[in-house]
């Protein structure tokens, strides 16, 4: 079984430019979700992909956006970069919750974001 | 509102147990975890608590819940200097799906 796997492992932009990172969910899962860990902070959730479509989102501006595919990969999208979108950026995906039942999230390991 | 604390830094010996406090605020809270980061490594669930429980035992790991006071702690027994990372307590609420809300971690130094 593969896990959650992220892509690029590192980059490196400048103020104002734009980014897309991408992530490939664990085999079977179908909702994805993006959280942003910003150094010496938990991770702060920004928001979750169910077949295709978003399923909730955390206070961050419309300039983060995202997608989910058929295959259920996903992609961040984040237009004109600001300093302080530095950044960890974890992906995690799980199968749905229902009912209140426990659903374990898998983390990948991260995109590390640095804009200058 | 949703808010998730932790103290900063906790050092312990070899041998001795860990214990790492957390509290919450959300009294919607579904499922209570916590969570290993190891440097350049992305989260590792380490165990989770359902709300309507007070304890739960895994191996060297034990979770104490009081919903009353909103606390939530993790004990470690028989610290290992492979246990050094940072931890993190994340709830989950009602309504709110998968959504995990973290505290800002403890970052667990254990010495020989």
């Known amino acids: 079984e593969t896990g959650v796997t992220q892509s690029p492992t590192h980059l490196i932009k400048t103020r104002g430019q734009q980014v897309t990172l991408r992530c490939s969910s664990q085999?079977?899962?179908?909702?994805v979700s993006w959280y942003q860990q910003a150094l010496g902070q938990g991770p702060q959730f920004i928001f979750q992909?169910?077949?295709?479509?978003?399923?909730g989102r955390g206070n961050f501006p419309p300039r983060f956006s995202g997608l989910q595919f058929p295959n259920y990969s996903s992609e961040l999208n984040v237009n004109a970069l600001e300093l302080d979108d530095s950044a960890l950026y974890l992906c995690?995906?799980?199968?749905?919750?229902?009912?209140?039942?426990?659903?374990?999230?898998?983390f990948g390991p991260g995109t590390r974001l640095t804009v200058l | 509102g949703e808010d998730v604390e932790q103290s900063l830094f906790l050092s312990v010996r070899e041998g001795d147990s860990s214990v790492i406090n957390c509290t919450y605020t959300?009294?919607?809270?579904?499922?209570l975890y916590w969570y290993k980061q190891e440097p350049g490594a992305g989260l590792q669930l380490l165990t989770y608590?359902?709300?309507?429980?007070d304890m739960k035992q895994d191996q060297r790991l034990t979770v104490l819940l009081n919903k009353k006071d909103k606390h939530l702690s993790l004990r470690i027994a028989d610290t290992q200097t492979g246990d050094s990372a940072i931890y993190f307590c994340?709830?989950?609420?009602?309504?709110?799906?998968?959504?995990?809300?973290f505290g800002t971690g403890t970052q667990l130094k254990v010495e020989l």
């Open positions: 995690a995906s799980s199968l749905p919750t229902g009912g209140g039942a426990f659903n374990e999230q898998f």
């Open positions: 085999s079977g899962h179908n909702t």
């Open positions: 992909y169910y077949r295709e479509e978003e399923n």
């Open positions: 959300d009294s919607s809270s579904t499922y």
């Open positions: 608590i359902f709300s309507n429980m």
């Open positions: 994340a709830e989950s609420i009602r309504g709110g799906g998968n959504k995990l809300t």
